[in-house]
């Protein structure tokens, strides 16, 4: 069983930051790759950035330049430093893990990240 915890959501005002985190505990192995995906209100979920863990990185094309995306691997730790924040980051955040061979992947239970005008 794998346990996901994120932490560092709340409520900012655009132009600000945010920093979250997510820690992977349990029956963990091996992490091949982490993540964030994030879901707007009345929107899909889509990925907002992953780190590989060859540290290769890929963000979504509206949070380029303005969200960084690290983890700590001695602590199953993925980090999302998120500056420049707009209102239409609003949504909840949600990390997730990829393990190498075939086991599925294991989600967090979400943040909420609200961004005020």
């Known amino acids: 069983q794998v346990q996901l915890v994120e932490s560092g959501g709340g409520l900012v005002q655009a132009g600000g930051s945010l920093s979250l985190a997510c820690t992977a505990s349990?029956?963990?192995?091996?992490?091949?790759?982490m993540g964030w995906y994030r879901q707007a209100p009345g929107k899909q979920r889509e990925l907002a950035a992953l780190i590989t863990s060859g540290g290769t990185t890929n963000y979504v094309d509206s949070v380029k330049g303005r969200f960084t995306i690290s983890r700590d691997n001695a602590k199953n730790t993925v980090y999302l430093q998120m500056n420049s924040l707009k209102p239409e980051d609003t949504g909840v955040y949600y990390c997730?893990?990829?393990?190498?061979?075939?086991?599925?992947?294991?989600w967090g239970q979400g943040t909420q990240v609200t961004v005020s005008s």
């Open positions: 997730f893990i990829d393990r190498y061979f075939t086991y599925p992947r294991s």
């Open positions: 349990g029956s963990i192995g091996s992490i091949k790759t």
